[in-house]
Each structure stands twice: as structure tokens, then as C-alpha cells.
T-cell receptor
Framework: GNSVTQMEGPVTLSEEAFLTINCTYT??????LFWYVQYPGEGLQLLLK?????DKGSNKGFEATYRKETTSFHLEKGSVQVSDSAVYFC???????????FGSGTRLSIRP | EAQVTQNPRYLITVTGKKLTVTCSQN?????MSWYRQDPGLGLRQIYY???????DKGDVPEGYKVSRKEKRNFPLILESPSPNQTSLYFC?????????????FGPGTRLTVT
């Protein structure tokens, strides 16, 4: 079945640093890929998505490119802010489309 | 505003006392689902529903029940809660199109069973 593996955390960076959170996937076909973010005390919200190979999803300065050659969907941001401190989840649909399969989550903390 | 609402947000209860966590969405979504989030175990699906009167088990359904009598509502029922059901619960909904299969999440319900 489909699965996703993401970078272990926690990750601590200084403000304005460059961010990469690695995500690789195993999938039947080419399903949509997602990054979700969970801010402290809140539910998950969709950060960005890509629906086909070579697509780039982007939102709030974050980007991720759907790469089928390397089966990756790494999350990047050029200059992080304290407000980006959160837990980030890479995700994709199950083969049956009955659920979203989430990675284990990467906790990001940004120092002022 | 498009949203998924859950109630209550926080609940402390005792073993064996039946409880219901409500979930409602205003986006006319066919699909709804319940997840629980536990440290070290990530997000695990409890039950899901593809449409009204259609429900199915997820990965961890034991000890839970659901119903889908209306499109907008998908309550989670714990008939006899136990301490191992202490967790953070999320309801989610989405439209069914495979190429746009993103889920919208509620704010979560933190349940403690003593």
C-alpha cells in the first residue's frame, strides 16, 4: 500500500534560516501529495499540495515539488519565521482513497 | 466560513461513562473521518464515512461507534470509555474527487478517561 516517510525531528533553526524537511513516499500510481501543518493547540490544516508529477505546491513561502524520479516531496522555505514553529506532516491518500496516510510529523522550532 | 466544528474541545470523564463527541461540517462534503493522535503513534484513523448511511472501520475502531444520518454530522460514540482511549481526537471531511483529495480538520477534542 501507499506509505510516506519523513524526516525525524525535532528541528530547531534560527529566524531567517533556510528550511528543508525531507519526505519520501511509496505509492501505487501517482496520487496527490500533501503537506499539513499543526500549530500549537490547533487541528491540522493543509499547507500545500501537488496533484501530479513535477507539480510544485506553494503557500506562505513554503514550497514542495512532486518528484517521481526520487519519490520525494521535500518541504522548503527560504527564510523561516518564529510563527512557522509547528508540526509538519507529509501525507498522501491510501490506495482505496478511504483515508489520508500521514508521516510521523516533524516538530519545527524557530528561535528569534 | 467553511469549517469543521467539534464539541466538546476538552473532556474529562471516568471509565465506563458513555460519551459522544460531535462533528459537523458546512461544506457539503460526502466524506468524513475520525482520527486519534497519540505521541509516538501519529495520526490513526478510527472510522470513516463515504456518504450518508455508509460507514466503515479504519485502523483502530475497537471501542468506538459512529453514525452518519445526515451529511453534515458524524458523531463519535464511546459506549464504555477506558483509559487507553485518552487521546486527542480529530474529525475531518473532504469531497470525494481523487485528484483533489484534501481533508479539512476540526480543532480537536482532548479526551481524558480516568
Amino acid at each position: 500500500g501507499n506509505s510516506v516517510t519523513q524526516m525525524e525531528g525535532p528541528v530547531t533553526l534560527s529566524e531567517e534560516a533556510f528550511l528543508t524537511i525531507n519526505c519520501t513516499y511509496t505509492a501505487t500510481g501517482y496520487p496527490s501529495l500533501f503537506w499539513y501543518v499543526q500549530y500549537p493547540g490547533e487541528g491540522l490544516q493543509l499547507l500545500l499540495k501537488a496533484t501530479k508529477a513535477d507539480d510544485k505546491g506553494s503557500n506562505k513561502g513554503f514550497e514542495a515539488t512532486y518528484r517521481k524520479e526520487t519519490t520525494s516531496f521535500h518541504l522548503e522555505k527560504g527564510s523561516v519565521q518564529v510563527s512557522d514553529s509547528a508540526v509538519y506532516f507529509c501525507a498522501l491518500p491510501s490506495v482505496s482513497a478511504s483515508k489520508i496516510i500521514f508521516g510521523s510529523g516533524t516538530r519545527l522550532s524557530i528561535r528569534p | 466560513e467553511a469549517q469543521v466544528t467539534q464539541n466538546p474541545r476538552y473532556l474529562i470523564t471516568v471509565t465506563g461513562k458513555k460519551l459522544t463527541v460531535t462533528c459537523s461540517q458546512n461544506m457539503n462534503h460526502e466524506y468524513m473521518s475520525w482520527y486519534r493522535q497519540d505521541p509516538g503513534l501519529g495520526l490513526r484513523q478510527i472510522y470513516y464515512s463515504m456518504n450518508v448511511e455508509v460507514t466503515d472501520k479504519g485502523d483502530v475502531p475497537e471501542g468506538y461507534k459512529v453514525s452518519r444520518k445526515e451529511k453534515r454530522n458524524f458523531p463519535l460514540i464511546l459506549e464504555s470509555p477506558s483509559p487507553n482511549q485518552t487521546s486527542l481526537y480529530f474529525c475531518a471531511s473532504s469531497s470525494r474527487g481523487r485528484t483533489n483529495y484534501e481533508q479539512y480538520f476540526g480543532p480537536g477534542t482532548r479526551l481524558t478517561v480516568t
